[in-house]
Every structure is written in structure tokens, then in C-alpha cells.
């Protein structure tokens, strides 16, 4: 390893990322706009539920229960009635996504739009929390649920920490994909061939500012999902930044790859999008691992997203540190190794 080679190809890489004008909106708005994106739009808890009550008791009873619901903050009346033909109409015009019936025997039945099937869960989910309470065949011992480190069950929570992860996944994999490309396409990768440096040289030199670029984008995406959606960040940043590093390498070195096997900056922005969508649709970012097929879930093992967002969450909710996350760590070290031993292979035959 010869610093003043690796020194010159640095200074060189850092050139054409300053002249590069479309980098500047990718670095700076992009990842900021895929914050608010998932922080706002893809939420997973529901609000103000459009509600119709069929309220056939009419009395204390019935109306602690209506004003237990309309308090919790998940339901909203928008219709009393005493029938059930209105009910179901109401639901069937999407104008009522729930009802709830409070019979004269204190009994009480609900109905729930299923047409969603995900927001059917969550509903069913409210009205189980809200009504338990009511219930009239109460054990003497009965369990009293603590829902440890997102008490408020805020599904931001648990998404904005993943989308630190996925917005250095997505710049990384498709900056890294366009390194070598570019290169052939401008018509200096003959000039870099013919020059006295090694295979390894060449691609920490390429890896080196895209490196620095990715921690840029952490340093943007975590400190705004704390001050914009009051994320609860309980774990050490120095611990983060450390074990952000092999996650950091292994995207660049797989992207450093599809730029190696492409021959247009297109074909390699294609084979990184190949190695991404999986990794997002996989990892638990978006879609319970657990909830997945069996041989899919052994699949998720081979992603390197995964063991990096087990990371995130846990030291974002968690403040897990070291002893609790040292084996995704070193799996992510591994990925890390293989990936950037099998991108200077590669090139090294470029070179020959």
C-alpha cells in the first residue's frame, strides 16, 4: 500500500466530486425528502376512525363506553343511530370504517370495515384496548400489558430509525454504482490502467469519499428524525458511528461491483436497484420478518440490511451496545471482508 498513490487518488476523487452539480441536491434533499416521506406518509397508526354507534342501552353504561372511545383519541362518531341497516350503509360507503352496537343486556358488538385487512388489524386493536376494560367476566388475576420502550406504540418510532439505514443503502448503492462506469464512459479508465497503482489502491481510493459521503447523510437523516418526529435516541452515538462502518463498506463494495460487471451507468444503477429492493422489502423495514414464509425468512439472512436495521432500532429504542448487538456486528464485518476482498479481485483482473 502506497500512501502517496493512494493520497493522489484520493485528491483526484474529491476533484470530480466537487465538479459533480448533481450530487449536492442528491446528498442534501434527497435523503431529507425520504425522511418526511416515510416519517408522515407511511405510518402504521390510524386516527380519528370514522365511527358509527348503534346505542340500543342509553344509559351511564353506554355512554361511558362511547365517551371511552371518542377519548382514546382512535375514534371519531360520525353517526347515532338505532339501526343496523344504517350502520351497514354507512360502512359500505366507506363513509364508516367501524360501528359498534351497545345492546340493552350491556353486550357489545363491533363491526370493522375488512376491506383493509391491515387497517382492520389495527382497528380491532383499539377497540380491544379501550373495551377490555368493560368487560363484565373479569378474572381475579389478569395480566396488565407494559409495552417496553415505545410505551405509545408510535409505529414513526420504528420506522424513522430504519429509514436512517435505507437512505445509506440507496445513496451509497447508487453512488458507488456509477464509480467505475463513469470512468469508461469519459474515457479516463485507460488513462487509470496504464498508472503504477495496485487493485487495492484503486478502490479504497474509489470507496474512501463515499465513505465520508455516507456518514454525511447519517448525520443529516438521524438528528432531523429526533428533532422533527421526537425519536427517542437512548443508545451511544459513538457506538452507531463504529458500527455503521461494515454496513457502510459492504453497500459500497457491492455497488463497486455492479459498476465493475456494467458498462453503462444505467445497467449499473439497474444492478444496484437488484441488490436494493430486496434488502428494503426483507429486512423488517417495512414488512414483519416473522409474518414471512419460512424459506423467505432463511433468505433475510443473507441480506446485509438486516442485521443493520437490528442495529438501528435497538440502539434508537433500546440503547443497546456492544454485548447485545456483537453478532450482527460481526456478520456485518464479514460482509464487509468478502464484498471488498471480491471487488479488488475483480478489478485486479481489470488491470491484467
Known amino acids: 500500500m502506497n500512501r502517496v498513490r493512494l493520497k493522489g487518488m484520493l485528491r483526484k476523487e474529491f476533484i470530480q466530486l466537487r465538479r459533480d452539480k448533481r450530487l449536492f441536491p442528491m446528498l442534501f434533499f434527497a435523503p431529507l425528502f425520504q425522511l418526511f416521506l416515510f416519517g408522515y406518509a407511511v405510518s402504521l397508526d390510524i386516527k380519528d376512525v370514522p365511527m358509527v354507534v348503534v346505542d340500543n342501552r342509553n344509559d351511564s353504561f353506554s355512554r361511558e363506553v362511547i365517551l371511552s372511545l371518542i377519548s382514546s383519541g382512535y375514534f371519531r362518531v360520525i353517526c347515532s343511530t338505532h ?34 385487512n391491515n387497517a382492520a388489524g389495527i382497528i380491532h386493536g383499539y377497540f380491544e384496548q379501550v373495551l377490555s376494560r368493560f368487560s363484565n367476566h373479569i378474572p381475579e388475576v389478569y395480566p396488565i400489558p407494559r409495552f417496553l420502550f415505545n410505551p405509545e406504540m408510535k409505529s414513526v418510532n420504528y420506522m424513522v430509525p430504519g429509514v436512517a439505514g435505507m437512505v445509506i443503502l440507496i445513496i451509497a448503492s447508487v453512488l458507488a454504482a456509477g464509480i467505475l462506469v463513469k470512468e469508461k464512459e469519459i474515457g479516463t479508465m485507460e488513462h487509470l490502467l496504464v498508472t503504477p497503482i495496485s487493485p487495492a489502491e484503486m478502490v479504497l481510493g474509489k470507496l474512501i469519499p463515499f465513505i465520508f459521503i455516507s456518514y454525511i447523510e447519517m448525520g443529516l437523516v438521524i438528528p432531523a428524525g429526533i ?54 422489502v426483507l429486512s423488517g423495514f417495512i414488512f414483519p420478518i416473522e409474518n414471512m414464509p419460512d424459506w423467505l425468512q432463511k433468505i433475510t439472512y443473507l441480506l446485509p440490511f438486516r442485521y443493520y436495521m437490528t442495529i438501528l432500532r435497538s440502539v434508537f429504542l433500546k440503547g443497546g451496545g456492544f454485548p447485545q448487538l456483537w453478532r450482527e456486528i460481526l456478520i456485518l464485518c464479514i460482509f464487509a471482508l468478502f464484498f471488498f476482498t471480491l471487488s479488488v479481485r475483480r478489478f485486479r483482473k481489470i488491470l491484467t
Do not use: W, Y
Not at 85 to 106: F, P, S, T
Not at 237 to 258: D, E, H, K, N, Q
Open 83 to 116: 339501526s343496523l341497516q344504517v350502520m351497514d350503509r354507512k360502512i359500505l360507503m366507506g363513509e364508516a370504517n367501524a360501528g359498534i352496537i351497545i345492546n340493552e343486556d350491556g353486550k357489545i358488538g363491533v363491526f370493522i370495515d375488512g376491506s383493509d
Open 227 to 280: 428533532i422533527f418526529f421526537h425519536i427517542p435516541f437512548r443508545g451511544n452515538i459513538l457506538f452507531l458511528i463504529v458500527a455503521t462502518f461494515p454496513f457502510i463498506i459492504t453497500i459500497l463494495s457491492i455497488g463497486l461491483l455492479s459498476s465493475i460487471i456494467s458498462s453503462t451507468q444505467q445497467q449499473a444503477v439497474m444492478t444496484a436497484f437488484l441488490f436494493m429492493f430486496p434488502n428494503i
